[in-house]
Each structure stands twice: as structure tokens, then as C-alpha cells.
């Protein structure tokens, strides 16, 4: 079993910087593709960013993409978001889930995911 905790998430002025961590217990995080959605009030779930056990493969949706890096730590069972240049748009929670076929170097549809978090408020506000 794999549970993932999302952790970073705060207030900050349009071009500003946050990083997300995301934490999993469990041994085989590490062996899954892990993916970042975000979910804005009023609006449906967005998948944000993926990147695949290894790290040799990610995805980024178009309005985050120059703006958001992920990487992963496997030693750590962590994976990170680096997100800069925020803009209002970007307000929403952030949730990191895990899931895929192990060992796999691609990058799971979004609908793939079995291990959730809770997810972390994200704020863009002057």
C-alpha cells in the first residue's frame, strides 16, 4: 500500500516561487509514475504534470509548461514540483497521486492513478 502526503503548498505574490513535496510511504512509490492535479473552485480536475518512475520520461499541460519542473527522488520516496513565475491561474489545490504500471517509463492517462493524497493549497494574490 502506498500513501502519499502533499506538502509546500502557501500563499504567494504573482511571480512568485513554491516548491511541492510529495511523500509516499511504502516501498514501491518509488517503482510508480507519479502525477500532480490541481483543482481550481469551480472548475474541473487538471493534470498538471507526470513523470514516470525513473524519471526518464514527464508531461506538462501547456499553461504550466516553462513555468513547472518535476523530479523525484526515489532514495527519498519524494517527488517535487518546482513551480515559478506563478500567476492567479495557478491558485488551486494540488494533489500528487501515484499510480501506473510499475516499472514503467511512461506517463499514465490521468484517469491511471491509484494512490492519492489530500492534496495542498496553492494561492496566487497580490
Known amino acids: 500500500q502506498v500513501q502519499v502526503v502533499e506538502s509546500g503548498g502557501g500563499l504567494v505574490q504573482p511571480g512568485g516561487s513554491l516548491r511541492l513535496s510529495c511523500a509516499a510511504s511504502?516501498?514501491?512509490?518509488?517503482?510508480?509514475?507519479v502525477g500532480w492535479f490541481r483543482q481550481a473552485p469551480g472548475k474541473e480536475r487538471e493534470f498538471v504534470v507526470g513523470?514516470?518512475?525513473?524519471?526518464?520520461?514527464?508531461y506538462y499541460a501547456d499553461s504550466v509548461k516553462g513555468r513547472f519542473t518535476i523530479s523525484r527522488d526515489n532514495a527519498k520516496n519524494t517527488v517535487y514540483l518546482q513551480m515559478n513565475s506563478l500567476n492567479p491561474e495557478d491558485t488551486a489545490v494540488y494533489v500528487c497521486?501515484?499510480?501506473?504500471?510499475?516499472?514503467?517509463?511512461?506517463?499514465?492517462?490521468?484517469?491511471?492513478?491509484?494512490?492519492w493524497g489530500q492534496g495542498t493549497q496553492v494561492t496566487v494574490s497580490s
Open positions: 497521486a501515484a499510480g501506473g504500471r510499475r516499472f514503467s517509463n511512461g506517463i499514465p492517462g490521468a484517469h491511471e492513478y491509484n494512490y
Open positions: 511504502g516501498r514501491t512509490f518509488s517503482s510508480y509514475a
Open positions: 513523470i514516470s518512475w525513473s524519471g526518464a520520461s514527464t
